[in-house]
C-alpha cells in the first residue's frame, strides 16, 4: 500500500472534494463536529486532535429515516458516494461494531449497507487525547493501523497519508502529482508521535486500569448495587445513548401521508424508561439502574458473546455528554475495585 | 438493494371472529405465499397506526392464510378490534425460532396455557396433532377467568377433547351457571401424575403471572428446566435482533426466542416482569 507524504492539506481535500462529497472536522467551542467542505476556500482545513462529539453513526444510520413505503413499495435513494475526513481509531472501531449488526448476512439492514458501501473514510491520528478519552483502557489506540481508506498523521513539516484499501490506495496513485517524496526522518518522528500520544492516553487513566478481561469485571459485577448508586443522579436525558457511537437502538412507527402509509426508523434509548414495556403494561427494566446494568452488560458482555467484541470504544463521548454525572469510567473502576476484592476473597478461601 | 426487511407484505383481513368479550381471532391472507413455522410470529402493521408481534394460532400447513388472535389491550390492538372485513393490513415475517417440535417426537406433552396464551397454542396443537402418533401423548391444562373467557370455545368444548392421545382439562378462576368444571387457577388443575416426567416436555404460554406460577409448579414436580419450554412475550419491534427493546439478558426474544428453556433465561431478573 502507498505512503505519501504533502505539506499542506488543501490540495489533498480539494481533490477528495472533486469527487464525492466531504465532511471534515471543524471546531464548535470546545468540541469538533462535522461539516460539508467547500473546496473554494470556504472551508477553513483543521486537523483534529480527537474524535468530534457527533458520532460518526450519523453517516451511516440517521436519526431517523424512511424504513417502509405502503402499500407501493418506494425506491430508496441512490447513495452518492461520500467521504469523512478526520476520523478516529475509536470511530473505526465503532463502525466495525455497526457492521455486526447492520450487515448481519440473514438480515442485513438495506440503507446502513447502501451508505456503508459509498462511504470513503479518512482518519486521522489523534494528538493531546481529551480528558474523557480512555480507548487505552479498552484495547484501542490513538491513532489506526486498519479499517481506513486514507489515514492521514501530522508531522512537523507536514501529513502522511498512508492507504488502507484497494480504494484508498488508488487515489493516492491517481493523485500522485499531489505529493512529494517522503522526507527523511518522517516515519519515525510519526512512531514518535504516536507512542507519546499513547502514553500520554495511558497517564491520563492511570487509576482507571482493569485488573481482568472487562467482560469478565463487568459480568462479575451483575448483582453489584453499582447500577443503583451510580443511576441515582441519572436525569434520563438519553444523551448518553445519542452521543454513543456504538449504541444502536432505534424503533419503528408509522405514519399516515396524503396518499401512502409510511414506516419510519428512529433512534431510541434503552434509558428510557418505557423503552422495554410492552403493551399490557409489563416493564423488565422499570428500575433506572436496572437499565443502567443493561446498558452495560449489554456493552461490554452480551455483545462480545454475540459478535466476539466490546460494545465500547473508550470514547468518552457520553462522558462528555452527561448531564447526570453519571460516569462510565466511574462504574468500570467500582466494578473493577469489586471484582478484585472478590478475587482476594477467593484466594483465602483457596488458602 | 436486497429485500427492505422492513418492508411489509400488502395482505387483507378477510374475516373476523369474535372469541371472548375483549379477543378476536382476524383471518388475514397475504398477497403471496407466506410460510412460517408453529410457534414464530409475524408483525402486523395497521397502516398509519403501528405495528405489533403476534404469534400466528393457525396451522402452518396453509401457506395462503393464516389466523391471528388478538386480545385488546394497547393502542394497536385497540385500534385493530374497531377494524371491518377488508381491512388492508401489512405482515413482516415470520421470526424467531418457533418450538422445537421435532425434539418433542416420542415423548410427552405437557401444554399449559392462559387466556390468550391459547393461540401461539393452538398453532402448535395442530401442528402435533397432526402427527400424534410421533409423541407420545399430547396433555393440555388450560385455563380462563370465566368460561365466557375461553378462547376457541367451539373447538375447545368439542372436537379437541374427541382426538385420540389428546388429553385435556380445563379450569376456570370464577364460574358462571353452565360451568361444571374445575374452579381455580390453572396450577389447581396440575397434577404430578398428568404426565411421567422423566420422558416429558412442557410447553407453557399465558399472561406473565400465569407462566411464573406454572413453571415454579413444574419445577416442583421435578421437570428440569431444560424441559420447560417458555412464549417469551416481550416488546419487539424490529423483529430480526437489532433495535434492542425485547433483549432479555443475551437474548433478543425476536430472534433466539420467542420460545425459550427455562434454564435459558432462568438467571435473568424480572423475566415476568
Known sequence: MEVV?????????????QQMELY??????????????????????????????????EFLFPLRELAAVFPEPFEPEQIKPFAVFGLKQCDLRSIEILDKVFLEEEFEDPFYAGRRQKMFIISSDCFEPGKSCFCNVLGGQPFARTGFDLNVSQVKDGFIIEAGSQKGNDFLQKHSALFMAMPVGALVERDKNRAETQKQLEQNNAELKLDAPVQEVVSSGYD???????????????????????????????????????KMKMWDSCMRLAYAKVAGGANPRKILGDRLRHRLMHKFSYFLDRYGIDMCVGCGRCVDAESGGVDIRAVLKKLNEEFKSKDKQKAEVKK | MTGNLYQPINSEIVDIIDESPTIKSFVVVPEKEFKFETGQFVELTLPGQGEAPFTPSSSPKDTRKMEITIMKVGRVTGLLHECKKGQKIGIRGPYGNGYPIDDFAGKEVYIVGGGVGLAPIRSLFLTLVDRIKDFKSVTCRFGARTPDDFIYKKALFGP???????????????????????????????????VDIANAVAVVCGPPIMMKFVTLKLLEFGFPPKNIYLSME??????????GHCMIGK??????????????IKNYPNIWD
Open chain 1, 5 to 17: 507524504f504533502t505539506r499542506e492539506l488543501k490540495p489533498f481535500l480539494d481533490a477528495i472534494a
Open chain 1, 24 to 57: 471534515v472536522p471543524k471546531k464548535s467551542n470546545a468540541h469538533y463536529v462535522f461539516t460539508r467542505y467547500e473546496p473554494s476556500g470556504q472551508t477553513q482545513v483543521e486537523f483534529s486532535n480527537i474524535r468530534a462529539c457527533t458520532p460518526v453513526k
Open chain 1, 224 to 262: 453489584s448495587d453499582v447500577f443503583d448508586e451510580e443511576a441515582k443522579t441519572c436525569v434520563e436525558c438519553q444523551a448518553c445513548t445519542r452521543v454513543c457511537p456504538t449504541c444502536h437502538c432505534f424503533y419503528l412507527y408509522d405514519t399516515r401521508q396524503k396518499d401512502y402509509f409510511s
Open chain 2, 160 to 194: 379437541w377433547q374427541q382426538i385420540g392421545g389428546v388429553n385435556i382439562k380445563l379450569t376456570v378462576d370464577k364460574a358462571n351457571g353452565q360451568w361444571s368444571g374445575n374452579v381455580g387457577v390453572v396450577t389447581t388443575i396440575l397434577d404430578r401424575s398428568d
Open chain 2, 234 to 243: 416481550k416488546n419487539m419491534s424490529c423483529g430480526v435482533g437489532k433495535c
Open chain 2, 251 to 264: 437474548y433478543y426474544v425476536c430472534k433466539d426466542g420467542p420460545v425459550f428453556t427455562y434454564e435459558q
